[in-house]
């Protein structure tokens, strides 16, 4: 059974905390996201990794920062926590996929909720 | 944006009554899905539908592509209480291993 796994489905930090969220995925898929999903705005891209120490900036990535040292893990860092980083963040992952044919599932983690207070 | 935008917000029914979900989109995709999300956990994927195809169905699900008109449905025949969830679309970014996600569609299926 594929897994994607998150560190800690709960989490409190202070304002001014480095914060690190862990995500592990079992089926050696190249690609890797984190996203953070808020009432009525959706799931929206922190960063992604299509390879080992590769990484893209997505749509929200001021704030974070991400690490990819191994294919199977993938973590967001968060510098500095502050209150507006309170949400759900969930990890994903997929095999890449090239050219017109490309719409590779994504495999979801169960999400970590994270609280700043 | 391309984000894809899910309509309606939120969807109340009974029992084996049938859902119907719309997501419309604003530019050219290749590929569009959709996922399914319990409250509090992570998406699960439900389907795929391509741009070159117009109707696709998954046991209970049936999802419509129309691309001159940039919207897809998704249609939960006979649902039951456990299909009470949320429903995303993902429309395909140009760079085919990214997705934007609407907001979603929260339905409730009342027993």
């Known amino acids: 059974d594929v897994k994607v796994t998150q560190s800690s489905r709960y989490l409190v930090k202070r304002t001014g905390e480095k914060v690190f969220l862990e995500c592990v995925q079992d089926?050696?898929?190249?690609?890797m996201f984190w996203y953070r999903q808020d009432p009525g705005l959706g799931l929206r891209l922190i960063y992604f990794?299509?390879?080992?120490?590769?990484?893209e900036k997505g749509d929200i990535p001021e704030g974070y920062s991400v690490s990819r040292e191994k294919k199977e893990r993938f973590s967001l860092i968060l510098e500095s926590a502050s209150t507006n980083q309170t949400s759900m963040y969930l990890c994903?992952?997929?095999?890449?996929?090239?050219?017109?044919?490309?719409?590779?599932?994504?495999?979801f983690g169960p999400g970590t909720r994270l609280t700043v207070l | 944006s391309q984000q894809g935008e899910e309509d309606p917000q939120a969807l109340s029914i009974q029992e084996g009554e049938n859902a119907t979900m719309n997501c419309s989109y604003k530019?050219?995709?290749?590929?569009l899905q959709w996922y399914r999300q319990n409250s509090g956990r992570g998406l699960v994927h439900l389907i795929l539908?391509?741009?070159?195809?117009r109707e696709k169905h998954s046991g209970r699900l049936r999802v419509t592509l129309d691309t001159s008109k940039k919207s897809s449905s998704l249609l939960i025949t006979a649902s039951r209480a456990a299909d009470t969830a949320s429903y995303f679309c993902?429309?395909?970014?140009?760079?085919?291993?990214?997705?934007?996600f609407g907001s979603g569609t929260k339905l409730n299926v009342k027993p």
């Open positions: 994903a992952s997929s095999f890449i996929r090239r050219g017109l044919a490309g719409g590779n599932e994504q495999f």
């Open positions: 089926m050696d898929h190249e690609n």
């Open positions: 990794s299509y390879d080992v120490k590769m990484k």
């Open positions: 530019t050219s995709i290749n590929n």
């Open positions: 539908i391509r741009s070159n195809e």
């Open positions: 993902a429309t395909d970014h140009p760079n085919f291993n990214k997705f934007y």
